[in-house]
């Protein structure tokens, strides 16, 4: 089984709608990510968290919310989707590696169209 | 701003040949480096990890670090069809700031 998982793979939405894309994880790793990827313009920092009571902005945060539920789990919601979200969204998760280099390992991605 | 620069390329290689990609960055208090692979429509995958000045190898790959000059590269031996990908260089410690990436292609 994948360590690293994200649902859905594939979504579809309307201009407006709101959605949540989910990530899990059993890696044990207390630190978690979300990205998003759009051509040309590489992976950008949406949010992330360093444990279930951290949480942190990124790059790009406007019109984006998230929610750590639990160490394993790490939600990202689009309140009112607009098209200029349309991207693929990549969840990671980082942890101690005993070498003092946080290596991230990502989940398979969302794709997300907004209509 | 922090900043990761990398050529997007394509860098055309052919098969056998070594394929060096390479990527600067702004952030002179970064402490780690990575390298990862990236297929078309997939999540990216990690090739090689470095964080002191020097080369490191694994396998095929070189990694090649310059913290004096701000500077990482990644060296493929003998590349293969199959190492034909997007390259992503990635800096920092705890967040990573990520390059665009380098698309190699390796011919046949």
């Known amino acids: 089984d994948a360590d690293v998982t994200q649902t859905p793979r594939n979504r579809i939405t309307k201009t407006g709608k709101r959605i949540m894309l989910e990530c899990s994880q059993t890696?044990?790793?207390?630190?978690m990510y979300w990205y998003r990827q759009d051509p040309g313009l590489g992976l950008r920092l949406i949010y992330y968290s360093f444990d279930v009571k951290d949480i942190n902005k990124g790059e790009i945060s406007d019109g984006y919310s998230v929610s750590r539920q639990a160490q394993a789990k790490f939600s990202l919601s689009l309140e009112s989707a607009i098209p200029n979200q349309t991207a693929l969204y990549f969840c990671a998760t980082s942890g101690p590696t005993g070498q003092g280099i946080d290596t991230q390992y990502f989940g398979p991605g969302t794709r997300l169209t907004v209509l | 701003q922090k900043e990761v620069e990398q050529n997007s390329g394509p860098l055309s290689v052919p098969e056998g040949a070594i394929a060096s990609l390479n990527c600067t960055y702004s952030d002179r208090v970064s402490q780690s480096f990575f390298w990862y692979r990236q297929y078309s429509g997939k999540s990216p995958e990690l090739i090689m990890s470095?964080?002191?000045?020097g080369d490191k190898e694994d396998g095929r790959f070189t990694a090649q670090l310059n913290k004096a000059s701000q500077y990482v590269s990644l060296l493929i031996r003998d590349s293969q069809p199959s190492d034909s990908a997007t390259y992503l260089c990635?800096?920092?410690?705890?967040?990573?700031?990520f390059g665009t990436g380098t698309r190699l292609l390796v011919s046949p």
């Open positions: 990635a800096v920092g410690f705890q967040k990573l700031v």
């Open positions: 470095i964080y002191s000045n």
């Open positions: 890696k044990g790793h207390d630190r």
